[in-house]
């Protein structure tokens, strides 16, 4: 395992974090640490997780797994914005209220006193970023939070952050984490430069692909019965699953027949050497998913290689967005 820094932190975390959403819902929970154990075992020092996942079961789990294990050494990551009572018009976005209530709120489920990350899930346009802002400042202030990143910001909000840090004198985002893998290109538009320019960790989340990637859906085939996009009703992952992904797929085949290695083992392998890039997400449901998503470290690649992936997989494209809608930003429409 090597380590990279976390943007400008001076932070060392693994190139691969673990992801944790499974746990707690379709990983059981004595599964869950299981493979936190695992990942601890194999040099994993970064784990991310969120307060919607599985609504606070799945940073339950990851307290336990580190209360057992030890939380020193582990650079802990959650997330706040997604609702967490339907009931309550005020439990979800960006406001200062629900920021410093779910603080609270996951510092108590991850059983611990500080959050090294603390992370906006989403971005919100009717809440200003300086509200947002310093709510953070005050919790890594008041020694609860050391750091503060964004995921699935556009590459303008997070230098609008940068500004209005810079000018209130605000903590100041230190990474990002968006959607990246070779089905979905686009942040090496805009998001890249603008991480390299100002110094700021990527933390890429779905570099299989939320699954299309690991080799188990074909062209023409029934999908395979606990595949995600089999049991998910979800329109988007319908409109996911087209003809350009299969030519991806088909494209990644015979490379990763000649390298020895798995179909998502290549794919993990390429989103982590990407420039640009600090530590890609990996989200495994099962023990056996993890040993498969730690070969991709074994894999390697020639210019020839990334020449052929980028003839299938063309830079800054995407033939399987993984954020879209009105409510996005505009680069991941």
Not at 135 to 162: H, I, M, N, P
Not at 166 to 195: G, S, T
Request: glycine content about 10%; proline content about 6%.
């Amino acid at each position: 395992m090597q380590y990279r820094p976390l943007g400008r932190t001076g932070v060392k975390v693994s190139e691969i974090c673990l992801g944790a959403m499974m746990f707690g819902g379709r990983t059981a929970h004595e599964d869950g640490i299981a493979i936190i154990d695992a990942a601890i075992d194999r040099g994993i020092n970064f784990i991310d997780t969120a307060n919607v996942y599985n609504q606070g079961h799945s940073e339950e789990v990851v307290g336990e797994a580190l209360k057992r294990r030890g939380r020193d050494a582990i650079v802990l990551a959650t997330k706040v914005h997604g609702n967490m009572d339907g009931e309550d018009p005020n439990a979800n976005g960006n406001s200062r209220r629900h920021i410093i209530q779910q603080c609270e709120a996951s510092l108590r489920r991850l059983q611990t006193d500080w959050i090294d990350l603390y992370q906006i899930h989403r971005p919100q346009a009717d809440i200003p970023i300086d509200e947002t802002l310093r709510a953070l400042e005050d919790l890594v202030r008041d020694g609860k939070v050391r750091y503060v990143g964004a995921s699935t910001f556009a590459a303008w909000q997070l230098v609008e952050s940068f500004w209005v840090s810079e000018k209130q004198n605000l903590v100041r985002f230190i990474c990002e984490q968006p959607p990246y893998n070779l089905l979905d290109r686009r942040i090496e538009r805009e998001l890249v430069p603008v991480a390299q320019q100002f110094s700021m960790a990527i933390i890429p989340w779905s570099p299989l692909g939320g699954g299309l990637l690991t080799g188990k859906y074909r062209r023409g085939e029934p999908l395979p019965e606990d595949g995600r996009f089999t049991l998910s009703t979800a329109p988007m992952h319908r409109r996911r699953m087209n003809d350009r992904v299969f030519d991806v797929l088909e494209g990644m085949e015979p490379m990763a027949q000649g390298k020895g290695c798995t179909v998502s083992q290549l794919a993990l392998a390429w989103t982590l050497q990407q420039p640009g890039i600090t530590a890609p997400i990996i989200g495994p449901r099962t023990m056996e998913q993890f040993q498969d998503n730690m070969g991709a470290l074994d894999v390697e690649f020639s210019d020839e290689d990334l020449q052929i992936i980028d003839s299938f997989a063309p830079p800054g494209e995407s033939c399987s967005p993984f954020y879209e809608g009105d409510w996005g930003p505009a680069q991941y429409r």
